[in-house]
């Protein structure tokens, strides 16, 4: 196995607390594939089921679900060492409630269903490490629902933004995503984001210079 592949796997929560040559050794009589995407290919469209244990070894993949209307919400992002879809490997109904597509080139490790079966009936640190990949994926999917479904859409901005600040170590932050995609993830229109933004610069409580912003006052965004 590709050493570039066995270190992408090192990051999926399948092989926590593995090194290079367990995994290795793990997979050496497993069956495998490695599928190749390019940037923008529909990986999946919701309703088609989900057949394979894919892992990505590298590149970016969106999820997103779409309304009756047809308006879109990104409902999360995969990227190297995720599992695609693991709920779904093992459940009955195996539809996929989102449709996936590629954000940039992406390298899938492919595994068929009934081999992943064997690793993780073998190898109870595996088995354990699956469990806990379900479950997180629970408490996930009960944030999500709560943060779209109760949050107002001053909340939601001014979650976002302490949420960069935290993981970023500073009230100066950088966004990663456009206005258009955070706009998507909220499941609100580009326009009330962009509101909400003047709003909290002209309250003194941000400032913005293209995607770099600044908070000055948590609690002006809060109240």
Not at 72 to 85: D, M, P, R
């Amino acid at each position: 196995m590709e050493k570039r592949i066995i270190e992408s796997l090192k990051n999926c929560p399948l092989f926590v607390e593995m090194n290079e040559i367990e995994i290795e050794m793990t997979l050496i009589n497993t069956p495998y594939s490695i599928i190749n995407l390019e940037a923008h290919d529909v990986y999946a469209l919701a309703g088609m089921p989900c057949k394979y244990a894919d892992i990505i070894i590298c590149g970016t993949l969106v999820c997103r679900m779409a309304s009756l209307s047809g308006k879109q919400v990104e409902v999360s992002k995969l990227s190297e060492g995720n599992i695609i879809a693991p709920a779904l490997i093992f459940a009955q109904n195996k539809e996929m409630p989102v449709s996936v597509e590629t954000i940039s080139r992406v390298k899938i490790l492919r595994l068929r269903p009934e081999e992943l079966k064997k690793l993780i009936d073998n190898d109870e640190h595996l088995r354990m490490n699956f469990i806990r990949i379900l479950s997180n994926i629970n408490m996930f999917l009960t944030q999500k629902i709560k943060f779209l479904s109760l949050f107002t859409i001053k909340e939601k901005v001014a979650y976002l933004l302490l949420e960069c600040a935290g993981e970023q170590g500073s009230n100066s932050i950088h966004l990663t995503r456009s206005r258009k995609e955070i706009a998507d993830s909220f499941g609100i229109q580009k326009f009330s984001l962009l509101r909400v933004l003047s709003h909290f610069e002209k309250d003194g409580a941000i400032t913005i210079k293209g995607k770099d912003i600044t908070i000055l006052d948590k609690k002006k965004m809060l109240k």
